[in-house]
Every structure is written in C-alpha cells, then in structure tokens.
C-alpha cells in the first residue's frame, strides 16, 4: 500500500520527525568509550516514553526476524549493519556504531539512522564508509520530488556508492513510511532512473543507503535478528525519512542544529 498524508498529517510527520533525530543525536552525544548497548537501548526507551511516543520496534516481529524484537534501537556494531539487536557489549576505541530508529507519534511514524566512530581513533575505511553512505543519502534525497520516480533515487543512490568502490546488496533498501515504519514503494539503493513508482507530493519515503567494505553479501547473526557483513568488514548506514513537497523534498528527520 502507497500512503499519500493529507497536510495535517504531514504537520504530525515533521514532529515525529524531529524527535527522531533528536534521540538519535542525544545517543550519540551520550556514547562514548565504555558505553553499553543495552545503555543505549535503555536511554532510547526513556526518551520515546517521554516524548508520549510509541516504539516502532518492540513489537516488530516480520518473517526474516526471530520473534517480536523487543527493544526500541537497532545498535549495529563494525560488521553488524542492519537490524542489530541491543546486548551486552561494551563500546571500544574505534568500533563503527550504527543506530536506527524508528518511532510513531500521534500516528504517523519517522525512522532515520547514523554511523559515527565511538572514542579518538578514526579508522580510514571507516571514515570512508560512513561518509559514503551519507554522501548517497544526500544524493537519494536530490533526486527526489515530484514527477521524479523511485529509479532516480535508486540511480543517485547507488551512482555515489558505486563511484566510492562498494557493491551493493539489494536484499535491503528504503521504503514508504506513514502510518507504519514500513510500506511501498520499495527504493533500492541501485537502480535504473526513469523506471519504478512516480512520486507526488505528500509521500512520505525513508531512504537508506547503507554498505559493506568488501562484500555485498549479509549473514544473520546467531540472535537471529543482527545482519552483519559476510566477510567481517566493517559497514555503515545513513537514513532520513522525506516528504515529497510541491517543489522539491523535505528531510524530517534534520538534527536540530541543522533544521532551517
Ligand atoms: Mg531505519
Ligand atoms: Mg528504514
């Protein structure tokens, strides 16, 4: 199902969208060397209760997972990069977090996610990696507004990942979002422009470039729901949630510092 939100919900979306990002730059404020996953997912769980807002996780429980995921964050550690299960695992120098959040508030929902490197050091293919994904991200969301299809962001997208020397996993990729965190149309992060669904304004889309360093291939962890890197590389993950204006695309999912 394709959702197109009338203005109102649209108003909601971007309330939605901000806290988001705001939990999302809390936690990473917060994290540091010594950090634990499950701090994380605790502070998550604080924040959206006080927000009056709703985990678009605790229940989740699709066929590729194992059960309800009952916690309120995917935390995604080195070669873990797609719906990382919060443990117990400490944070050290160096290791490449992403975080995903998805959340519902007053009915219509926003999901975003970041990579950023815990402690001092800056591991160059890491650095490399992360900017990638945000680079495609940047390049996803240029592509979008109305009249252009979902190929031309898939284009965009896997263009900049492409040109950056990744291959590209087409098992995961963005997606609708509105009243649930997950519906059409699918945006893959390759794909040819011109082709796939024609956007028009108040569409709300969650793009998501994400990458591996050497592989496109995923394994499932033995938790069942953590999707890590085949060969171990190390990985990254970019994500906003746009709306689909008259004249161009909005991102929801702006940090506070960066929002206009
Ligand atoms: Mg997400
Ligand atoms: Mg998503």
Redesign the pocket.
């Known amino acids: 199902m394709i959702e197109i939100l009338n203005p109102s919900e649209l108003a909601r979306a971007k309330d939605t969208g901000a806290l988001v990002a705001d939990i999302l730059q809390t936690l990473r404020s917060r994290t540091s060397v010594g950090t634990n996953l499950l701090d994380i997912d605790r502070w998550t769980k604080e924040m959206i209760v006080e927000a009056g807002a709703e985990s678009c996780y605790v229940d989740y429980a699709p066929s590729f997972g194992r059960g309800p995921f009952g916690h309120y964050i995917c935390t995604a550690v080195n070669d873990a990069v797609l719906h990382g299960l919060p443990h117990d695992y400490t944070l050290a120098d160096g290791d490449l977090l992403s975080l995903?959040l998805?959340v519902s508030l007053e009915g219509v929902a926003a999901?975003?996610?970041i990579s950023f490197i815990v402690g001092e050091s800056k591991p160059p293919e890491s650095v490399a990696l992360i900017n990638a994904t945000e680079r495609a991200l940047r390049a996803g969301i240029a592509a979008a507004g109305p009249g252009a299809r979902t190929g031309d962001i898939s284009h965009a997208i896997g263009s900049v990942l492409r040109e950056a020397g990744y291959s590209i996993n087409t098992e995961f990729g963005?997606?609708g979002?509105g009243s649930t965190?997950?519906q059409d149309p699918h945006v893959s992060n390759t794909g040819r422009p011109g082709r796939g669904y024609k956007l028009r304004p108040g569409l709300m889309l969650?793009?998501?470039p994400w990458v591996m360093a050497d592989t496109a291939e995923l394994v499932t962890d033995a938790d069942g729901w953590t999707l890590r890197s085949a060969t171990g590389c190390r990985t990254a993950h970019s994500?906003h949630?746009i709306a689909i204006t008259d004249d161009g695309a909005e991102i929801l999912t702006l940090p506070s510092h960066a929002r206009p």
């Open positions: 995903d998805a999901d975003s996610a963005g997606h979002i965190m997950h969650a793009l998501e994500e949630t």
